[in-house]
């Protein structure tokens, strides 16, 4: 496995992918295909929610790379997002963190990916075997915040965008106001 140490934090990272963003590539390290990350027989939510996760926010990593290149109308209407996620305004996109930005990136693909998801599944409800009582829609939130375990803010980089997110709070029936479910949303990321 490819490991990296976060020069803020200092702990270890391991990375899924490999981008490069001036040529435009985007690889999978071979070791993403095996668990935790993907195993073939696993339920479609989970295939989704983990190996998805990996691809849809290194596609937003690469969305956001040209940033610099978008209009100002649309720049300053994802900042003000930025901003109402973080709950504080930034300057620029340069003054985001990398690990920020990690989230921005989950943030911003957490959306697409569900649709994804609920696009391809099939009506009948899948499981794990001996936890029959967790729904298929569920495996999905739970493997897409399973891979975040560990990381520079793994906990933010999970339940921050899920507060956020309508799919969630309903998957889960989580109140309006309850801790999982935003009075307030912010609204470019779902």
Known sequence: MRVVRDARTNRKITLLTSLNIASGKFSLMP????FPVYQLQAPLSIRYGSLGSVISSSMAAMLFANISTWNETYKSEVM????????RSFDSWDSI???ERAIIYRMASVGALWEAYRF???STEEYLSGHENIRSDQLFFFFWCYLQCGEPAGEHSCDGPLKHLPAFSHTFKCSK??????KWRCSFFH
Do not use: L, W
């Not at 070791?31 to 095996?34: E, G, K, P, R």
């Not at 003000?80 to 709950?87: L, V």
């Not at 106001?177 to 935003?182: A, E, I, L, R």
């Open 80 to 87: 003000q997002e930025i901003t109402c996620f973080f709950r």
């Open 177 to 182: 106001g309850s801790p999982m479910s935003m």
């Open 120 to 122: 391809a599944r099939n």
């Open 31 to 34: 070791y993403a295909f095996d």
């Open 97 to 99: 963190s990398p690990v």
